[in-house]
């Protein structure tokens, strides 16, 4: 990526997504639809869990574009980074993100393609391979910004505007709080 504010947010949110995938590609499909009462949605199961966090990258790759599209008519100013630290601090509130995993340091993937899901359980290679395609989508929406674009350009959602920066780390929030309240949660009580 041209953009390094950018790039750190894209390869926090592309090891997040290997952590996620190393966690359940390997569950058996008993397991990925055994429901839970300890998940913060009663009765869901990780494979619909699955589903909301392919959703999330699903959204993530319809609204992007569009976003960039709109941004580019309006007078928006360059943030800096105090202002992306102030949008980060409220994603957090808003969301109630938790801190990420210390594993992601041991993660060495950077984009799309160093994604490693094969191996595991093959039901889900479908749903794999779907939301590498969405992220695939963002992540060629992204190569080519400059750094001054990212820093001009507003993402556009019903939380709010946002910058570009902000969007993928809202996105990679929603994703984590998934995995803990709903994932984890689920795999902790079987």
């Not at 009663?42 to 609204?63: A, H, Q, V």
């Not at 594993?103 to 984009?111: D, Q, V």
């Not at 910004?145 to 910058?163: H, P, Q």
Request: hydrophobic share 40%.
């Amino acid at each position: 990526m041209k953009a390094n504010t950018l790039d750190l947010f894209w390869v926090e949110k592309i090891k997040l997504i290997q952590y996620s995938i190393n966690l359940l590609k390997s569950l058996s499909d008993k397991d990925l639809d055994k429901s839970s009462n300890s998940s913060s949605r009663p009765n869901e199961t990780i494979r619909d869990s699955i589903d909301r966090l392919i959703w999330i990258d699903r959204k993530l790759s319809t609204n992007l574009p569009f976003s960039i599209k709109m941004s580019r008519f309006f007078p928006f100013s360059l943030v800096d980074s105090a202002s992306i630290e102030k949008e980060l601090l409220d994603i957090r509130d808003m969301i109630d993100a938790p801190a990420l995993p210390p594993e992601l340091s041991g993660i060495i993937a950077r984009k799309v393609e160093d994604l490693e899901w094969q191996g595991g359980n093959s039901s889900l290679d479908v749903k794999w391979k779907e939301w590498i395609s969405y992220l695939t989508r963002i992540e060629k929406e992204l190569f080519y910004l400059e750094e001054s674009a990212v820093l001009k350009l507003r993402y556009f959602s019903w939380k709010g505007i946002f910058s570009i920066p902000s969007a993928i780390n809202l996105s990679a929030a929603q994703s984590h709080c998934i995995l803990r309240e709903c994932i984890l949660k689920n795999l902790n009580s079987q």
